[in-house]
């Protein structure tokens, strides 16, 4: 099929990369001349596992283009996929700015009938508003139907939930738009994964409702493990024992220094707004929010416990990106934590195996280490923000010689309390 995406973030890049390794025609457009630059010469813009070789790969065969002609997009597709961003805007509602201008510019180039499917996470109601706006910029009336396809990937092991999605929501009153999305998807269809179709104004909402209850379900566990910490039982434990119930399930049960990245925190902050308008209560929303919002400050306040003042001490932070696998650094708890950190006078000293370029474009007045083992040499503790797999397999007598105080704030819980002890670490975890 004849596929356009507009958008070549996170979201667009994968879909778009992936939906020609299906076998369809994929056109990208951005209007980020530079990025588009890159991608025709190979380099992404974003870190992502597996990523590279499949855009690559698609480049060669001709399956995969990368242009900033949208007309030439628009007019050589048959399905139009917007994949632009929806950041968080004034009052937290999702900022429609980036939506609207990529609906004008497509009606406008509208040449035959087109599916435009809002890849993007919209408010409820956003497909009939661009609708509107692109028969409004039509100049003649040419036939479309608009799809609301919400994107469930995440970032770090984007293209294998791409691959192998736990669903495709497809939301739709239109049997040709239906038609025509269902065979695209066909070859990601198996007895495992299914494909709901379901109107557009349902589809805007299980996207915002999932992220919120993944949200919520990790704010639940932080809020837990404050009460296990004072009471001398194991959050690790507990999670576990709730999670072998189906009921529950074990997963989003990791109590740590709370959610980050680019979706759920503007997401929960759309979905309360747009339930205000609607004179809906948000007393469990509101409490994700706070919960989480506490629980870097938590951190913080276990790093100071350790000193008299920390204005001097040189802390060595482990991870940046707002989650392991990805270099994206947006609203990653690691922000907050480093600038509290910093207020009270810390040095600080920063790995991460991937994120550091992005994190240079936040703070150019902090350290940053080699390897893990050289960014903790000489300091008075270690913090551990970010779970990379890479930091569980260190050689632990190895970090208890580097740092000159044997002190670990672990925001991950990624090393057992006890054998920490008995290696002489002054080992401070969450809800342990
Ligand atoms: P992003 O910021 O990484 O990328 C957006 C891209 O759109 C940028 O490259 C920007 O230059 C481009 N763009 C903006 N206006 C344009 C226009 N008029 N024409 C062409 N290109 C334009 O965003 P993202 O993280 O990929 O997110 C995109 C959407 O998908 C958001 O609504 C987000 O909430 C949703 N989403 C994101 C994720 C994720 O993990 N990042 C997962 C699911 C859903």
Redesign the pocket.
């Known amino acids: 099929m004849k596929v356009g995406v ?8 994968v879909v778009g990369s992936c939906l020609s390794k299906l076998g369809n025609r994929v056109i990208c ?4 001349t530079k ?1 588009i630059q890159n991608l025709n010469k190979g380099i992404l ?2 870190y992502e596992p597996g990523l590279k070789e499949i855009v690559e790969t698609n480049i060669k065969e001709k399956r995969l283009l990368f242009t900033t002609n ?1 007309k030439d997009c628009v007019t050589n597709s048959d399905i139009i996929f917007i ?5 968080q805007g004034e009052d937290n509602k ?1 900022d429609l700015s ?1 939506v609207t ?2 609906a004008k ?1 497509i009606g406008k180039y509208i040449n035959s009938y087109k599916v435009i499917v809002i ?4 408010p409820v109601g956003e497909s009939e508003r661009i609708k509107k706006i692109i028969m409004e910029n039509q100049t003649k009336r040419i036939p479309f139907d608009v799809v609301s396809n ?6 770090g092991s ?1 293209v294998n939930d791409f691959l192998e999605p736990s669903r495709i929501i497809i939301g739709t009153e239109s049997e040709k738009a239906k038609e025509i999305m269902l065979s695209l998807y066909k070859p990601l269809e198996s007895k495992n994964k299914h494909i709901l179709v379901v109107d557009n104004r349902s589809a805007e909402l299980i ?1 915002y409702a999932s992220n919120a209850f993944l949200a919520t379900k990790i704010s639940f566990i932080n809020e837990l493990s404050r009460l296990a910490e004072k009471t001398k039982a194991d959050i690790k434990s507990i999670a576990k024992g709730m999670g072998l119930d189906p009921r529950i399930g074990p997963k989003f049960l990791r109590a740590g220094v709370g959610y980050g ?3 759920f925190p ?2 929960i902050r759309a979905l309360i707004q747009i339930m205000r308008e609607h004179d809906c209560s948000t007393h469990i929303l509101d409490a994700v929010e706070k919960v989480n919002e506490e629980q870097r400050f938590l951190l913080v306040e276990k790093v100071k416990s350790l000193f008299e003042s920390l204005n001097g001490k040189k802390i060595a932070i482990w991870g940046l990106s707002f989650k392991p696998n990805t270099d ?1 650094m947006r609203e990653a708890p690691a922000i907050t934590i480093i600038k509290e950190l910093q207020k009270e006078g810390a040095l600080i000293r920063a790995f991460d195996p991937i994120a550091i370029k992005e994190a240079e474009k936040i703070f150019s007045n902090i350290e940053y280490g080699e390897n893990p083992y050289d960014t903790i040499k000489g300091c008075d503790a270690l913090v551990i923000v970010t779970e990379w797999g890479v930091f569980r397999k260190l050689d632990k007598k190895k970090i208890r010689e580097l740092l000159k105080e044997p002190n670990i704030i672990d925001g991950r819980n990624i090393y057992e309390p006890k054998e920490m002890e008995k290696l002489g670490f002054n080992y401070i975890c969450i809800g342990r």
């Open positions: 507009v958008g070549v973030g996170y979201v667009g890049l457009v951005d209007i980020d990025k813009p974003i949208l994949a632009v961003g929806t950041p999702a980036y201008a990529a510019d890849k993007s996470t919209v919400p994107e469930f990937l995440r970032e984007a996207k990245g680019s979706c503007k997401d994206d």
